[in-house]
């Protein structure tokens, strides 16, 4: 039965009754087998009479890329989702105040957390230090704004996601990993989650 469904995907195979100027020609399955291979993928069908038919897509993992922005803290890599990025602007000292024991900043006239990327996911540098965070990157999940202060802003790229192996166990506000040009890895920031957190009160 696979062998047999596998023909819905032949060059100029068609199951259509009457052949028109736009459908019916038999092009369209093949094409889309053909596209789906030169990605490592995979297109099978299931069908049974009377219930319907089931196409299934399988695609590589390493198809799962995002355009992102890499920010540093601690000496560690991030990356983050531009989608989610509102602005980039300089973290000035005079813009932080601190309310119920939490930092806010005040930007255009617009009151928001601040937490500091090294913070949240709790990494220090070799010396055991946190360097000064000169930039912050305003990023919004739904309607919530936060300001992330980071040390380093470096630049934008293609991410190409990777799984964190399930040994590693949770990491707080990480949702994966890349890996760079150079060999060096940078860790995807789960915005959503970082957001949340950030936001919610005691």
């Known amino acids: ?49 009377g219930k319907g038919t089931v196409f299934t897509l399988e695609l590589p993992l390493t198809l799962a890329t995002f355009r992102g922005l890499l920010v540093g803290a601690s000496g560690t890599v991030y990356a983050i989702p531009l989608n989610y990025i509102q602005e980039i602007a300089q973290l000035e000292d005079s813009s932080v105040r601190s309310i119920m024991n939490r930092e806010v900043l005040h930007y ?21 230090m946190q360097s000064a965070c000169d930039h912050v990157v305003i990023i919004k999940a739904g309607d919530r704004l936060v300001a992330l202060a980071v040390e380093k802003l470096l630049e934008q790229q293609e991410i190409v996601v990777k799984p964190l192996d399930k040994y590693i166990g949770e990491a707080r506000g990480v949702t994966g990993a890349s890996i760079l040009g150079d060999g060096q890895v940078a860790l995807i920031l789960d915005v959503g989650t970082i957001v949340k957190a950030a936001t919610q009160r005691d």
Do not use: Y
């Open 108 to 128: 255009r006239g617009a009151v928001m957390p601040l937490i500091r990327l090294s913070a949240v996911c709790r990494t220090i540098s070799d010396d055991g």
């Open 1 to 49: 039965d696979a062998t047999v469904n596998q023909h819905i995907m032949r060059a100029g195979f068609s199951t259509a009754e009457k052949v028109t100027k736009v459908s019916g020609r038999g092009v369209g399955m093949d094409v889309v087998r053909r596209g789906i291979a030169a990605l490592n993928g995979a297109l099978n069908v299931e069908t049974e009479v």
